[in-house]
């Protein structure tokens, strides 16, 4: 069976598990804490996937271990690891929490959206203010935005919203400016 109809089928049983229970700001929260941790170390997700080594029990343990100050897995959200660890889909949780931040954001009107510059500056907040409010007018839904500093970016900005991407760098206009030189290069030989 395909992973993404997979995670999307347990994503959506944790949403109406959380729905249900009313306890959906805490499990979002958590579950996007445990997500960073599995994309930033390695190890972390090889000792979820190892059956051999690593026992089911221990497995959950793991996750709860990296939530901070001494927290505790939210109780749909332990249930929900140790049906995974059952269903020896426990390797797919990246997958699966993905899907459900989605579905989550989606059943509150909220799309998500990341804004990359290459220095944060005065007109930063303007440029924020200005997507968010093309974005909501458009979409009609609430924009979540987290604003990236990332200093390869020569020059512009890069926005990318649910699965749209604009690309307003200068590294991209650049690109495009190329192209157009060596398709007309190729008409003139």
Not at 115 to 137: C, F, G, M, N, W
Request: hydrophobic share 40%; glycine share 4%.
């Amino acid at each position: 069976m395909n992973t993404g109809i997979i995670a999307s089928r347990y994503a959506q049983a944790l949403l109406k598990l959380v729905d249900e229970t009313g306890n959906g700001e805490a499990v979002i929260y958590q579950v996007q804490y445990l997500e960073k941790a599995l994309n930033s170390v390695p190890e972390l997700r090889r000792a979820l996937v190892d059956r051999a080594v690593v026992s089911p029990a221990r497995k959950v343990s793991l996750l709860e271990a990296v939530l901070p100050d001494e927290e505790s897995l939210c109780p749909e959200l332990s249930k929900f690891i140790n049906l995974l660890v059952k269903n020896g889909r426990i390797g797919d949780i990246r997958l699966i929490f993905n899907a459900y931040q989605t579905s989550w954001y989606k059943s509150r009107n909220i799309v998500r959206g990341k804004l990359s510059v290459p220095e944060y500056s005065d007109s930063t907040p303007a440029l924020e203010k200005k997507l968010r409010e093309l974005i909501e007018s458009r979409t009609g839904s609430k924009l979540l935005m987290t604003t990236e500093v990332e200093p390869d970016l020569i020059g512009g900005f890069v926005f990318e919203v649910e699965d749209r991407l604009l690309d307003a760098s200068v590294s991209h206009q650049l690109e495009l400016i190329k192209r157009q030189f060596i398709e007309k290069n190729r008409r003139i030989v």
